[in-house]
């Protein structure tokens, strides 16, 4: 017979989330900033319910935050595997003595978003633009800003279509997903979801 687990207590009087592993999407937000551009990886980052809503975890110590506040707008780029390298190009800090707009924004491969002044990742599998909807702060230095999605385009091998079976699909074009905190994946082989007789959401 197999013995209980015995689960470790956490000391909850400080961040739990580093002792464990989660999975997350990764997203580069883009915004503007001044004369230039801002781009920044996400991973505490998701739709809001099933409306054309979009949210993600930010802090007032960062230029994203102050850029969405100033300009009322962000975009959100959904990245593939092969582009984990751009991810990590995008989170590189930055220079007192020149812009990250021209020092490390410039080096990435975007795209011009079409309804808001904000850049996109060129080969972002999702794309989406969004106006700011509201900024809810109090969760100790950090907030949640929330956009409603304007304009949103999908590469056509990740669009969901009868036609194909969903696990030769992601089989062929895997997803990238974060390890927090400090590891990613390409998840390729899925299943289906054993949902009860007459679920509904």
């Excluded at 994203?64 to 190009?89: C, G, M, R, W």
């Amino acid at each position: 017979m197999e013995l209980p687990v015995a689960y470790i207590p956490l000391d909850i009087s400080e961040p739990i989330w580093s002792h464990f592993f989660t999975v997350a999407p990764l997203v580069i937000v883009g915004t503007k900033e001044g004369v230039g551009y801002d781009m920044a990886p996400k991973h505490m980052a998701m739709p809001l319910g099933f409306k054309n809503y979009f949210g993600f975890v930010c802090t007032p110590e960062h230029r994203t935050y102050h850029n969405v506040l100033n300009f009322d707008e962000f975009s959100v780029s959904y990245l593939l595997p092969k582009q984990i390298i751009q991810a990590a190009i995008s989170a590189s800090p930055r220079s007192d003595d020149i812009s990250k707009s021209d020092k490390i924004v410039s080096a990435l491969p975007t795209v011009n978003g079409t309804k808001t002044d904000t850049l996109l990742m060129e080969d972002a599998y999702v794309r989406l633009e969004c106006k700011l909807h509201k900024i809810i702060d109090g969760f100790g230095e950090n907030c949640i800003i929330t956009g409603e999605i304007i304009a949103a385009s999908v590469h056509p091998e990740y669009l969901r279509v009868s036609e194909k079976d969903e696990r030769d699909q992601l089989a062929a074009h895997p997803l990238l997903a974060y390890i927090a905190d400090g590891r990613f994946a390409s998840v390729n082989d899925t299943f289906n979801f054993p949902f009860p007789k007459n679920f509904s959401r």
